[in-house]
């Protein structure tokens, strides 16, 4: 399985980027997906993650309101649409995968541990 994210950047406070995450080497379809990010010095952290179907998204907190998470199975991928973006956003972006189609739902989704497969991440900094 492989995950190649694109899309970071440098913008400016207030402004917005999409992320984009493209899978491949198994049933695209069939799975959860995932967006963590890691800032310098702090551990990655859950932002977003999407059901299998595209039915059920779930957030940080910190993102709610601003970032939206979305896929498109036919094109076995998964975007971060990030508006209104701050300078705490600044981090680099992670898509990620689970290892088991049974991984899923409000509690497990938001956990690092479940996901095997990681893209290699994409910088977004976010200026003041």
């Known amino acids: 399985v492989q995950l190649q994210a694109s899309g970071g950047g440098l913008v400016q406070a207030g402004g917005s980027l999409r992320l984009t995450c493209t899978a491949s080497?198994?049933?695209?379809?069939?799975?959860?997906m995932g967006w963590f990010r890691q800032a310098p010095g702090k551990e990655r952290e859950f932002v977003a993650a999407?059901?299998?179907?595209?039915?059920?998204?779930y957030y940080q907190d910190s993102v709610k309101g601003r970032f939206t998470i979305s896929r498109d199975n036919a094109k076995n991928t998964v975007y971060l649409q990030m508006n209104s973006l701050k300078p705490e956003d600044t981090a680099v972006y992670y898509c990620?995968?689970?290892?088991?189609?049974?991984?899923?739902?409000?509690?497990?989704?938001?956990?690092?541990?479940?996901?095997?497969?990681w893209g290699q991440g994409t910088q977004v900094t976010v200026s003041s």
């Open positions: 990620a995968s689970p290892k088991d189609t049974t991984y899923s739902g409000s509690y497990d989704l938001p956990r690092i541990y479940g996901y095997e497969y």
């Open positions: 080497g198994r049933t695209f379809s069939s799975y959860a």
């Open positions: 999407i059901s299998w179907s595209g039915g059920s998204k």
